[in-house]
């Protein structure tokens, strides 16, 4: 798995502890780890040791044309993507990119506590999961809803919060196959909190690495 986690607008600091939660799955599960914020490992022969590439808190524009290119390439040879909450404030002049991942982010309210409900439990990557789920987190808003385009795992229930605004479909996380692969987004994981002692969230990332991968069956 190639865990990329460049950002050039806003920059989590959450991420080297993000980075060091894959690093401890990848131990548990059996898959290797290649954490960089390198844009060269974009190409065709790079990519092609990865059956996962994960855009782990990226942020703004992180790719030119030809690792772009490289990119859709291996989702088109099977490859698989996971998203992980700012990846979706990632590469807005990239229509592409905005199909894979399904939405764009737009907003959000202060970080507070809210309800999740569970949509899908047999996926991997919402089995065991507490429904309804209640977690602190920073809850996006997204430029449009993905219903319709990909299959919908978690929805926020917007009245147990201030400040959310898309109205009673708030969907949260997703999965859909796309271009000859499988992509797998959640807006979870804002603070450092969801990378240190946060089982369910370890839980839900591990099994959307894990049907990113071919696992679990289809979406």
């Given at each position: 798995?190639?865990?990329?986690?460049?950002?050039?607008?806003f920059r989590?600091?959450?991420?080297?502890?993000a980075?060091?939660?894959l690093?401890r799955l990848?131990?548990?599960?059996g898959?290797?780890?290649?954490?960089?914020?390198?844009?060269n490992?974009?190409?065709?022969?790079?990519l092609?040791q990865?059956k996962?590439v994960?855009?782990?808190?990226?942020?703004?524009?992180?790719?030119?044309?030809?690792?772009?290119?490289?990119?859709e390439r291996?989702?088109?040879?099977?490859g698989g993507f996971?998203g992980?909450?700012?990846a979706?404030d990632?590469?807005y002049?990239w229509?592409?990119?905005?199909?894979?991942i399904g939405?764009?982010?737009?907003?959000?309210?202060?970080?507070q506590?809210?309800?999740?409900?569970?949509?899908?439990?047999?996926?991997p990557?919402?089995a065991?999961?507490?429904?309804p789920?209640v977690?602190?987190d920073e809850?996006?808003?997204?430029?449009?809803n993905?219903?319709g385009?990909?299959h919908v795992l978690?929805?926020v229930?917007e009245?147990t919060y201030k400040g959310?605004?898309?109205?009673?479909d708030h969907p949260?996380?997703?999965?859909?196959?796309?271009?000859?692969?499988?992509s797998?987004?959640?807006?979870?994981?804002?603070?450092k909190?969801?990378?240190?002692?946060?089982d369910?969230?370890?839980?839900?990332l591990?099994?959307g690495?894990?049907?990113?991968?071919?696992g679990?069956g289809?979406?």
């Open positions: 798995m190639l865990a990329f986690s460049r950002t050039t607008g989590h600091d959450s991420i080297p502890v980075i060091e939660l690093r990848g131990a548990t599960a898959f290797d780890v290649t954490a960089t914020e390198n844009p490992v974009f190409t065709n022969d790079s092609g990865f996962v994960v855009f782990l808190l990226t942020t703004g524009t992180i790719l030119d044309a030809q690792q772009r290119g490289a990119f291996f989702i088109g040879r099977g996971v992980v909450h700012s979706a990632t590469e002049d229509p592409w990119y905005g199909q894979l939405a764009w982010f737009r907003s959000h309210p202060a970080i506590q809210a309800t999740i409900k569970v949509e899908d439990p047999r996926h990557s919402t065991g999961l507490p429904n789920w977690r602190t809850w996006y808003d997204f430029r449009t993905p219903r385009s990909v978690l929805t229930d009245t959310g605004g898309m109205g009673v949260i996380a997703w999965c859909h196959e796309f271009g000859g692969g499988r797998w987004y959640t807006a979870l994981g804002h603070s909190e969801s990378y240190t002692g946060d369910a969230f370890a839980s839900h591990l099994g690495i894990t049907w990113s991968s071919g679990g289809s979406c």
